[in-house]
């Protein structure tokens, strides 16, 4: 009984999203609730010998850190913690993840497009690994404490991150509001380089994944940075804008967006796109998903979305679900190549995890994943600044050549 009602819990809070993820769904909550059973006492009832045996092992390796281990003030909530992260890991996909308490509610804040933090998007150069301030948000913490686009980061508090990950970096930065950091970052100016230090504090925030302006011959442009709930109002704001401006046509940029929620893509595409499907899920245990646009909304203008390596999951949704329904031209060069499907589950006990559940499919049935898009029009980026839609921007000035013909 336990069992079935924590699955129906899941399938109530489950949020599929195109960030990053793979696993098993009903595996996973077996192995919470084993290490539930063995820290916190709860009685779980197993459905099979092969959890019986997995059950029997954790709990007579925990007897044994109980009985023998040196130290008394164990921490038994960061034991389950590392548990079932270390279990996660075993699966061997670098898209599932284990989210503790705090670090689910920051991640259900960015589906929704709030959270809290300083403001500024950071990229790793793959080739040198240096972080890279790449976006800073208006009157953010960031902005006020004087960062810019291309700043290197270097230290954090005096900690040397040119050996972590991006994620730890992150990490670093990212905590509760209020938290402080001290940043030493290196920038370049004119032909000087200088070393700095600035100190950031933590805040809520709401996130602005979408810029938009008016270019040249009455040519929108709408910069998509992530695809969150709140995003989804900022577009349809951004589109009555421009097309109030008199709008003859649209450059999508979604270049070295990662992706974000499916809801929020579907629900943009569908302010793009007349009645017809935007895309198919495909799962193991259960039927086709199939998400359709509706007839309410359409723009029947040229449409052109840029896209590069950078570009994943729920942009290639959006970049692919247009190429395939001849509704816009792809510029720049191949997309990431993210098809399959994460899906975020609330755990009753705190916390979440994310796994990868599925598979989609573009409107005209091809699977991108491990491939990626391949744009029309193929465009390698020459710009001189890592903040795009500048104007040395060459992609977007082919995209309105394009836009022209």
């Not at 809070?13 to 059973?37: K, W």
């Not at 990212?174 to 933590?202: F, H, Y």
């Not at 193991?284 to 449409?303: A, C, H, L, M």
């Not at 720049?332 to 190549?337: D, E, I, L, N, R």
């Amino acid at each position: 009984m336990k069992l079935k009602w924590l699955h129906r819990e899941h399938k109530q809070s489950e949020i599929r999203t195109y960030l990053t993820g793979l696993v098993t769904g009903a595996l996973f909550c077996l192995a919470v609730l084993l290490i539930l059973q063995f820290v916190s006492g709860i009685p779980v009832l197993f459905s099979s010998s092969l959890t019986k045996e997995v059950a029997k092992k954790t709990q007579e390796a925990q007897s044994y850190i109980d009985k023998y281990y040196w130290k008394s003030d164990l921490d038994q909530e960061k034991l389950a913690d590392y548990a079932i992260k270390g279990m996660v890991s075993a699966l061997g996909d670098k898209y599932s993840d284990y989210y503790t308490t705090s670090e689910y509610n920051q991640a259900m804040g960015e589906v929704k497009g709030d959270y809290t933090g300083i403001g500024a998007t950071i990229y790793m150069d793959t080739s040198t690994k240096q972080k890279i301030i790449q976006k800073v948000q208006e009157s953010s913490p960031a902005e006020e404490a004087g960062l810019k686009v291309d700043d290197v980061l270097l230290k954090i508090n005096g900690e040397d991150i040119s050996q972590k990950s991006l994620n730890d970096t992150v990490s670093m930065i990212r905590g509760k509001e209020g938290k402080t950091s001290k940043l030493t970052i290196q920038r370049k100016e004119q032909d000087k380089t200088k070393v700095m230090e600035v100190t950031v504090t933590a805040k809520k925030l709401v996130n602005q994944s979408i810029h938009y302006k008016m270019l040249t011959g009455k040519k929108g442009y709408i910069n998509i940075s992530n695809f969150d709930n709140e995003g989804v109002k900022q577009f349809q704001s951004a589109m009555e804008d421009l097309k109030k401006q008199g709008m003859t046509g649209l450059v999508l940029d979604v270049r070295n967006n990662g992706g974000g929620s499916l809801e929020a893509v579907t629900k943009m595409l569908d302010e793009l796109l007349p009645e017809g499907v935007l895309l198919t899920e495909k799962y193991k245990n259960k039927e086709d998903v199939v998400y359709r646009s509706t007839d309410e909304k359409q723009f029947d203008k040229p449409i052109v979305v840029l896209i590069n390596g950078g570009s994943a999951s729920a942009s290639e949704v959006m970049a692919g679900a247009l190429q395939d329904r001849k509704a816009a031209t792809l510029v720049g060069v191949k997309s990431f190549g993210k098809g399959i499907v994460q899906s975020i589950f609330s755990l009753r006990f705190g916390g979440g995890i994310k796994l990868t559940t599925g598979q989609y499919l573009l409107p005209s049935g091809r699977c991108i994943h491990g491939t990626g898009l391949t744009p029309d029009v193929e465009v390698t980026y020459s710009g001189t600044s890592n903040e795009l839609g500048g104007e040395d921007d060459n992609q977007l000035q082919e995209a309105l050549t394009v836009l022209e013909k």
